[in-house]
């Protein structure tokens, strides 16, 4: 397998993942921002830049975009009024255990698809290409693992 085969495998799953949560409002990036959010139960802009390996800048960009279509709101820190914390709508709340629910069904018919021999391979090249350009980010495959 090749680079450009590897990007070609990333594109059809981001595509896919980007489909089934049904919006024109939200181009993928903003989606997978919200999903984390939703799934690893992150609600400051600063720990979420830091989960996901995000500029501040980017992750306020995203967070825009969520509040302007209904899917948070930014509040002030009752400790911290110079800080902001997340909250999501009810919009959101439901259409995220909507949406968890179709992806984990993505994630099995993918897992179907595949023999141990490739699951393993899959692991593998992720995990070298994690460790070489993106070692913060090797904590979530193994946290997702385990759930």
């Known amino acids: 397998m090749n680079v450009w085969e590897l990007n070609l495998i990333s594109y059809i799953l981001k595509s ?3 489909s089934l949560f049904g919006t024109d409002e939200l181009n993928g990036p903003t989606i997978r921002v919200l999903y984390y959010m939703y799934r690893e139960n992150i609600y400051s802009p600063i720990a979420l830049a830091k989960y996901l390996s995000f500029s501040r800048a980017t992750i306020t960009g995203h967070l825009h975009i969520l509040e302007k279509y209904g899917y948070i709101a930014l509040k002030p820190d009752q400790k911290d009024r110079r800080k902001k914390v997340i ?3 009810d919009m959101c709340r439901k259409k995220m255990e909507m ?3 179709l992806i984990h069904d993505f994630h099995q018919e ?3 698809l595949l023999t ?3 699951r393993k391979s899959i692991d593998s090249i992720y995990r070298k290409l994690t460790k070489k350009y993106r070692p913060e980010m090797l904590h979530d495959l193994d946290k997702y693992k385990k759930k």
């Open 16 to 18: 896919r993942f980007n």
């Open 87 to 89: 909250v999501l709508t």
């Open 110 to 112: 993918v897992d179907s």
């Open 116 to 118: 141990n021999t490739e």
């Open 99 to 101: 949406f968890t629910g």
